[in-house]
């Protein structure tokens, strides 16, 4: 023990040694089992470990989605600082990747709307008629893709984009988009028959 002004402070090893050993205790059982009850309580990964897991599929959603370089970064930020403020209220491990897209959906509605009323257009045509000559076929088909979404409903166009871009299942597309798993695949649908019929 070290003195100090007078009083006896045990040290770390001492504090240690002190503490009761449960392994052989009465204890032990529970102890255990709630150690073990952990991994089956289905508790979301460290934030850390979600963003790396999850970061590139939804920077290419939010990328598809707004079609816009640099609002597709600034959502992406966005995206994750609203999931890191209310990270602790995310229930398990199954809902982070659905949730994870709400958020980025809802922020890409948001900005659209942000824009309808500002009456700001971004088109590519300067793109297009500074680069006419230059353009590949790949691009133009692209352009062409792009253009087609474009004219797709939100829901539809979000759906599609989900499952075609972005793998997901129509469970976790009816999550992100806060319907039923029917509607979601309606919508996929939908939206594959208007693409393909242009």
Known sequence: MQPLNGLKIPSAAAWLNALPDFTNSRYAGLICSVMDAKPKLNLPPPFDEAVHRHEREIMRFILRAT???????????????????????????????????????????????????RARVIADTEFDEEHSGAVSPMHDTALHLKSMLRRLPNKQREAVVMRKLGGLEY???????????????AGVYLAMKKLKAE
């Open 67 to 117: 079609g816009d370089r640099d609002d597709a970064l600034d959502l992406f930020q966005e995206t994750w600082l609203r999931a890191y403020r209310a990270y602790r209220q995310l229930d398990s491990a199954e809902g982070l990747r659905p949730w994870l897209f709400r958020i980025a959906s809802n922020l890409c509605l948001n900005r659209k709307r942000d824009r309808a009323r």
């Open 171 to 185: 469970g976790e597309i009816a999550a992100a988009l806060g319907c039923s798993e029917e509607a979601a695949r």
